[in-house]
């Protein structure tokens, strides 16, 4: 089992920018990759970025060049840092870490809120 948390989401003007964490526990020592993703209020889950154990990232097109995911010291935590926010950026983050053990799983945080005002 993993459990997964996170952390720093919350509202900031249209141009700012927000870091999100996330801290995983437990049986992390196959962990394969971790990220993100969101959702926004009556929209379909979306990937936004994650990282994989050897630290190659994948962005979604709409936050490719705005945000960076980073994975310091390749230990049980991630970051999602944002810049230069919009209005459709709004939406519930939350993180994942997938575990390679004999198959691929997939644990989930709570989701911490991130709101754009413009």
């Known amino acids: 089992q993993v459990q997964v948390v996170e952390s720093g989401g919350g509202l900031v003007q249209s141009g700012g920018s927000l870091r999100l964490s996330c801290a995983a526990s437990?049986?992390?020592?196959?962990?394969?990759?971790m990220g993100w993703h969101r959702q926004a209020l009556g929209k379909q889950r979306e990937l936004v970025a994650f990282?994989?154990?050897?630290?190659?990232?994948t962005y979604a097109d709409s936050v490719q060049g705005r945000f960076a995911i980073s994975r310091p010291n390749a230990k049980n935590t991630v970051l999602l840092q944002m810049s230069s926010l919009k209005s459709e950026d709004t939406a519930v983050y939350y993180c994942?870490?997938?575990?390679?053990?004999?198959?691929?799983?997939?644990?989930w945080g709570q989701g911490t809120q991130v709101t754009v005002s413009s």
């Open positions: 994942y870490v997938t575990v390679r053990e004999s198959s691929f799983r997939s644990y």
């Open positions: 437990g049986s992390t020592s196959s962990i394969f990759a």
């Open positions: 990282i994989n154990r050897d630290g190659e990232t």
